[in-house]
């Protein structure tokens, strides 16, 4: 017998219909009480750090370029978690593509298993949060 479950803790400044809609597909995946969204970025970083990392699956949907330099600041908080960045969609940047790219290569420094856009279709998120869920459930129901 196990104690600890599969989480998912997702992040969103804003609700809007993609944060409602990625929500709605990972209540397709897992148990309601095993799903958490916050909108306030400190109340997401209380619940994580009681969270055991080897059984959380972060997900981060950045608004822009300044959330994601705050999410940075607080990167220690986020390095033992097994994390997915939804970027802006591209049309959601600045005009100069030279920002698209300085975003997605900051992101980097929080070490995202996945980075995606935000787009009509997340398909390619749920595939990965799929086969993520798998991983841990088989490690964490794996008898010692």
């Given at each position: 017998?196990?104690?600890?479950?599969?989480?998912?803790?997702?992040y969103?400044?804003?609700k809007?219909?993609?944060?409602?809609?990625?929500?709605?597909?990972?209540?397709?995946?897992?148990?309601?009480?095993?799903?958490?969204?916050?909108?306030?970025?400190d109340?997401f970083?209380?619940?994580?750090?009681?969270?055991?990392?080897?059984?959380?699956?972060?997900l981060?949907?950045?608004?822009?370029?300044?959330?994601?330099?705050?999410?940075?600041?607080e990167?220690?908080?986020?390095?033992?978690?097994?994390?997915?960045?939804?970027?802006?969609?591209?049309?959601?940047f600045?005009?100069?593509?030279?920002?698209s790219?300085?975003?997605i290569?900051?992101?980097?420094?929080?070490?995202?298993?996945?980075?995606?856009?935000?787009?009509?279709?997340?398909?390619?998120v749920?595939?990965?949060l799929?086969?993520?869920?798998?991983?841990?459930?088989n490690?964490i129901l794996?008898?010692?």
């Open positions: 017998m196990y104690h600890e479950i599969l989480k998912i803790i997702m969103s400044s804003i809007d219909e993609h944060s409602v809609s990625i929500e709605n597909g990972i209540l397709r995946l897992i148990h309601e009480n095993q799903f958490h969204c916050h909108h306030i970025i109340s970083f209380n619940e994580l750090i009681k969270q055991p990392s080897y059984c959380v699956i972060v981060m949907l950045i608004r822009d370029h300044k959330e994601l330099r705050k999410i940075i600041n990167k220690k908080k986020l390095l033992d978690y097994q994390l997915i960045l939804i970027y802006p969609p591209p049309s959601g600045s005009k100069n593509n030279d920002h790219e300085v975003m290569q900051e992101g980097f420094k929080l070490y995202p298993r996945y980075a995606s856009y935000l787009k009509d279709d997340v398909t390619d749920f595939l990965v799929k086969k993520m869920k798998v991983r841990i459930e490690r794996k008898p010692k």
